[in-house]
């Protein structure tokens, strides 16, 4: 027996509801694996665990390098725990080295939440797919709730794909800018925009505060011009400084208000049915790829058509159809998903 | 250009370099310009025509811009200072030490604290449980000052004190400590570190954030300018640099940038530059590329006299000059075959005298392996005392001057330094870079290629990748006790806050912390005074801490520097396979955690391995520096690593790592391997292997062989549960 198979027995559901660190550690690993043992086992545990949610706040947080998310994590994590809660992070990482191992620094940069007892960091690798680190971070956020972590922070680096994966699996979606970044308004993608509940400006201390209080104003009023997520939530635009710890208070009761107003007439598990609905649509079409691309037949029928796309003699999405029609071939039997 | 037409036109050279190609031709040597790891391409031949538009070559010693020594008649009449840094744990202990050295020869004393002082905690504090006494002196109030300074006269003696994060509470100490022994602080001589802003870089042995450590810098300055005219506020390090993988270049150019960010920071406190840059001191490595470290002193002493001249218009010529101390390289000691150590120093030792340095340390060649004992800290003395006194090569001021080479590679060094230079000031300044994390990538960058090429064997260490030795012979070494000597001094901590007048003691506190958050007044002023009331070095750096906070960094880690450098090697693509062979059968790649613990901030071992264990397709986890067993412990388990790596340098393993193994076994995870890497001597293998250490790895292992290894205890561990 490996060492994961047996990690996967260790898996206690009622020890990981305890709270113990420990076999919620393993049991994130569980689901991070790749290898379709542990998926099932995983899946099994997932089926297992009692779902509770309704306590939770799921807060996704985007900003591009270097904005200042981990250390307003840090700051902000320690005033939630403050408050009473116990908190888990998650990273949702798209990038990946060239050899595909990953540096996981992220306790590093939340050195005050690191060593809270009632603070849970996970940094997680990067994958080989959005899917997979998509997958296996909804997966997370279920089995931290289970162990008792009533708030849960994911975080993630705002490029490509991410934002609307994380918003799509959280309640509330915090965009974080720079002083200064409403000069270059155009230049953030309207689309990240229109997911966010709430902007937080960052470092708005010493030299920086004039210019992030324009940012905010700026900020504020072209966000008046989007559709807003929620019909009575216009999203608030905020300053803070981690460094001189100043508007961590008001986001927290920014983020208190947004949950009441939400959970009104359960609009909140509104929310969350429609996400899960989504979900299932994400991880069909991510399967649905999966098994495509594992099919023997269609491998070969892909090396023999690459040239014939890259030299211009047969069109993309001419291609596309004759790859489909053979798998569809191949798939004329059971359903690979009907097992 | 100009100068490659003029020799291309000369029949002579034109004849040399058909000779030359066919001796390459013959020895089957096809490289003809040796690039050095700065960039510098260095030719087999120079000649007059490589002086073609240098600058400093009119110039004489003791003349600006001083390309040829400080002084007009250099050791002729004054011969450098033999300063050897040492600290030995506690102060009874240093004092019989220094004293000996003084009688043996040694003329000036350099003082080596614990890490623990160094980060401004007192010796009962929780987190410094492995830390007291290592590395150096512990100090915890003036009366251990006292003590280390025991029949010393300090108005003769040049006291040299390597401090930079607690320089508050240490520099006052000291001055309490000369007037307690009769001695008023102005005449003191000597040098206070007080270089914060590498500790950003390098050696992270910082407390407070940059700003307000500038803030503590700036008040030095000011202080010893009013009161100390005989002493240097500061010196200006380089040296960590290069320990940490700097090439000369960027140590060059970073210490001069750090340079002119001090004189602002003075400057905008109100005082003129005649007032305190003559007394600014600069410290610098002494590595193994002899003419490269000759021509970097020569390099540094003409920049910086450029620079001040241009910058800041002194009116006084020595705010022109830079005099420095160097120390030959410790990176450049191996723990394999150390006895090649005595004369990788000798030749280290002599670059530093012939590029002009007013003083020397030079190592022992035991200190890859330990703190040196007294026989090996005597050769280390030994090897300036037979240069100094056998060799006459006092008897000629810069011996070089003239040289095609080293006067065409100070021109380069000048040059190439002056790009980097350009590139800080751009970025607004040392502290707005130090804060983008600009200087640190392109040292780690620098430190990671160096790591590859070793392991390649493309830089040769005799002894170590070539010439081995098939069997070490063990060394005698220095083994430390570490629960006694923190026994010893907690105690006498505890009679000084028992005797001591309590309410003098939070009043000068409270006063320090005031002057802290006010922003006028001066903090050493006030410290000197909390340091007479006894208050000690943790009170008072937690009184600037409750105004300043402790600066926590957010290091970055660059990937794929180290990948790179092995594109296409057989050996990395088997390590990457090797990897690939566990993802698949494991469902996730080998997951390793990479940790420091204790106080101890030299991180660049535990950087590269990090980046380089990346590089070849393992998950790396890093955890923050300064962490106790216990966190090491957690973030371990929380993050389910397959490994524990960690990094020691000076000597805490033999407390810190049994800990952590207490520590995992108790919480039922001693299925996480746990391996050591860093300075830890032969003798303390077994100890470590019977406390359950899978494997051990010295410095001069490369990264390769240490991934092998540990895929090889992964691999066993697997087949074990299999059977």
């Known amino acids: 027996m490996s060492r994961d198979q047996a990690s996967v027995r260790m898996v206690d559901v009622a020890r990981l509801e305890s709270g113990c660190r420990k076999t919620l550690a393993k049991a994130l690993t569980l689901v991070e694996s790749t290898r379709p043992d542990h998926r099932e086992e995983a899946e099994r545990l997932l089926g297992a665990v009692e779902k509770n949610p309704d306590h939770s706040i799921r807060i996704g947080l985007t900003g591009v390098p270097g904005v200042g998310k981990s250390t307003l994590i840090d700051v902000f994590g320690g005033h939630i725990i403050n408050q009473g809660h116990r908190l888990a992070v998650l990273a949702v990482d798209p990038t990946s080295s060239l050899s595909g191992g990953s540096i996981l620094g992220d306790k590093t940069r939340m050195p005050g939440l690191a060593v809270n007892p009632h603070a849970f960091i996970r940094p997680t690798p990067a994958g080989e797919s959005l899917g997979g680190v998509a997958r296996r971070t909804r997966d997370a956020i279920v089995l931290c709730e289970a162990a008792g972590y009533d708030v849960i922070i994911v975080e993630t680096v705002g490029i490509g794909q991410s934002e609307a994966l994380v918003s799509n699996m959280t309640d509330l979606f915090m965009l974080m800018l720079l002083p200064g970044a409403g000069d270059t308004l155009q230049g953030i993608k309207r689309g990240v925009m229109e997911l966010a509940d709430m902007v937080v400006i960052s470092k708005a201390d010493g030299a920086m505060q004039a210019c992030a209080r324009l940012s905010a104003a700026e900020i504020s009023h072209a966000i008046r011009l989007i559709q807003p997520r929620h019909e009575d939530w216009i999203p608030p635009v905020l300053m803070v400084s981690a460094t001189e710890q100043s508007g961590i208070e008001r986001l927290w009761q920014l983020v208190c208000r947004f949950r009441k107003q939400v959970r009104r007439d359960g609009r909140l598990s509104e929310v969350r049915c429609r996400q899960a609905w989504e979900w299932m649509w994400t991880e069909t079409r991510q399967q649905l790829l999966d098994h495509l691309k594992a099919d023997e037949a269609v491998r070969r029928r892909m090396d023999s058509l690459k040239s014939r796309v890259l030299s211009g003699d047969l069109s993309p999405s001419a291609a596309a159809s004759m790859l489909v029609a053979q798998f569809r071939k191949q798939a004329d039997g059971p359903c690979p998903g009907d097992s | 250009m100009n100068q490659a037409f003029d020799a291309d036109a000369d029949p002579a050279m034109a004849k040399w370099r058909r000779q030359a190609a066919a001796e390459r031709v013959r020895c089957g040597v096809d490289n003809q310009v040796w690039m050095t790891p700065e960039g510098i391409p260095v030719k087999p031949v120079y000649t007059a025509a490589d002086l073609d538009g240098i600058a400093h070559l009119e110039s004489l010693p003791g003349q600006p811009p001083f390309t040829r020594g400080t002084t007009a008649t250099m050791y002729s009449t004054r011969p450098w200072t033999i300063r050897q840094y040492a600290g030995f744990s506690t102060a009874e202990e240093s004092n019989a030490f220094y004293r000996d050295c003084l009688a043996a020869g040694q003329t000036g004393l350099s003082i080596a604290f614990d890490l623990a002082t160094h980060r401004g905690y007192d010796s009962d504090h929780p987190r410094v449980e492995g830390d007291v006494g290592k590395a150096g002196v512990a100090i915890d109030s003036v009366e251990d000052m006292n003590l280390l300074f025991d029949q010393i006269p300090l108005d003769r003696m040049s006291v040299s004190m390597t401090m930079n994060g607690a320089v508050l509470p240490v520099m006052a100490m000291f001055i309490v400590a000369a007037q307690e022994q009769g001695v008023d602080q102005s005449a003191l001589s000597g040098t206070l570190q007080n270089d914060i802003l590498k500790e950003f870089m390098v050696r992270n042995t910082y407390i407070y954030p940059p700003r307000p450590s500038m803030r503590i810098v700036s008040d030095i300055i000011a202080y010893s300018a009013g009161h100390m005219p005989r002493f240097n506020p500061m010196s200006i390090s380089g040296y960590h640099m290069q320990e940490a993988g700097a090439t000369v270049v960027q140590e060059l150019a970073y210490t001069l940038a750090d340079g002119i960010e001090y004189v602002r920071a003075a400057l905008s406190h109100g005082l003129q530059v005649d007032q305190f840059a003559p007394r600014l001191s600069f410290f610098f490595a002494t590595g193994m590329n002899f003419f490269m470290e000759i021509a970097k002193l020569r390099a540094a002493r003409t920049l910086w006299a450029d620079l001040m001249d241009e910058h800041f218009s002194p009116e006084n ?36 005298v012939l590029g002009g340095t007013q003083s020397l340390h030079t190592n022992s060649f035991d200190e890859a392996l330990a703190l040196p004992t007294e026989q090996s800290a005597r050769i280390a003395r030994n090897t300036q005392l037979i240069l100094s006194h056998e060799t006459g090569i006092r008897n000629v001021v810069d011996p070089l001057a003239g040289s095609y080479y080293v006067e065409s590679l100070t021109g380069s060094l000048i040059r190439e330094a002056r790009v980097l230079i350009d590139e800080i000031e751009e970025a607004g300044g040392m502290t707005a870079a130090i804060e983008a994390g600009l200087p640190k990538l392109r040292i780690e960058e620098a430190s990671v290629l160096r790591q590859a090429r070793v392991d390649q064997e493309q830089e040769v260490i005799v002894g170590v990748n070539r010439y081995p030795l098939e069997r070490e012979t063990p060394v005698d070494i220095r083994i430390l006790d570490n629960h006694a000597i923190r026994k010893a001094q907690v105690g006498r901590l505890e009679r000084v806050r028992k005797s001591r007048d309590k309410r003098a003691v939070t009043r000068s506190l409270d006063a320090l912390a005031e002057v802290a958050a006010s922003g006028s007044g001066n903090l050493l002023e006030s410290a000197v005074a909390a340091a007479r009331a006894r208050a000690t070095v943790g009170e008072i750096s937690d009184a600037l801490a409750s105004v300043f906070q402790r600066y926590r960094a957010e290091p ?25 062979a566990f993802a698949r059968s494991e469902g996730r790649r080998p997951r390793i955690l990479v940790v420091k613990l204790g106080q101890d901030g030299h991180d660049r071992g535990a950087r590269t391995i990090a980046t380089a264990f990346a590089d070849m397709g393992f998950d790396v986890d890093i955890g923050p520096l300064f962490q106790t067993p216990e966190e090491a412990v957690s973030q371990a388990i929380e993050n389910d690593v397959h490994i524990l790596g960690i990094s020691s340098q000076v000597a805490g393993h033999r407390t810190l790592v049994p800990a952590v193994m207490a520590g995992l076994k108790e919480r039922g995870s001693d299925d996480i391997k746990v391996v050591c890497g860093g300075v830890i001597p032969q003798d303390d293998y077994a100890y470590l292997y019977a406390r359950g250490v899978s494997a051990i790895f010295g410095p001069g292992t490369s990264v390769p062989e240490a991934a092998l290894q540990i895929l090889d205890i992964l691999e066993s561990d697997r087949v074990q549960e299999h059977a």
């Open chain 2, 317 to 352: 010529p020595d705010s022109l000059r830079l005099r420095t101390h160097c120390q030959t390289s410790g990176v450049s000691l191996t723990s394999l075959d150390p006895y090649n150590n005595i004369v990788r120093t000798t030749i280290e030792a002599l670059a530093a």
């Open chain 2, 556 to 580: 970055g880690v660059l990937g794929g520097v180290y990948g790179r450098a092995y594109e296409g090697r057989e050996e990395f693509r088997v390590i990457q396979e090797r990897v690939m």
